[in-house]
């Protein structure tokens, strides 16, 4: 039977949280055209709906995701929806749980998340010098912001990857927990942020990212000026003020 995008990728609602389960334990989620497909729609699902501050990217199984689904690229599977993911990302703030494995893509679909949180165990790294490749999806470039300079050069040309907790201390991962409870961890760290209000929360991330990847100060002071103005006029800038003068918790409505 042919395997559907639902199938390959779960989609659950907490509150204003939405977790996205890739869900091909039996190949470690690896990426074949059901999964990127699936991914793809998730994120534009979470991206549409002003009920929702953030998501959660994770895995089932043992893997977060291994990589590419070689046996589905070589069948011409359409992968190109996961380009457009890495490339793009989500206006919201993602979180990338790695539970296991996230090699090569898998890899690379972590670092388009904007916060990680790990297992202990759990591989992180770029392989694919390894098989006559390189990351082309985002990796090589993205690694160095992400682990430092050193680091990213020795997993990009060795192809080794590096622990959870080397993650850790330089910086890629926020949190190391215990095998089983990533997803948990994930989740605690998402409800504090949605706990702000959406537009806000979108904004900050979109100024953080620009300047972490080098974009001059002149430049972001131009690109914050749209977004203050969408945030500081929005429903949700009337309703802060009003709720803390209440002294109750604000009813955020991402308008």
Known sequence: MTETTEQAVLVERRGRIMVITLNRP???????????????????????DSKLTAGIITGAGRAFCAGMDLKAFSRGEDVGPLGTFVRSGSTKPLIGAINGFALAGGCEIALTCDLLVAAKGAKIGIREVKVGLFAAAGGVFRLPARVGFAKAMEMALTGEPISAEEAFAAGMVTEVTEPGETLNAAIKLAERIAENAPLAVAASKSLVRAAASGIDEETLWKMQIPLQQKVFTSNDAKEGPKAFAEKRSPNWTGT
Do not use: R, T
């Not at 039996?26 to 549409?48: F, P, Q, R, T, Y």
């Open 26 to 48: 039996e190949a470690m989620n690896a990426i074949n055209g059901a999964l990127s497909h699936g991914l793809m729609n998730a994120v534009k699902e979470l991206d549409s």
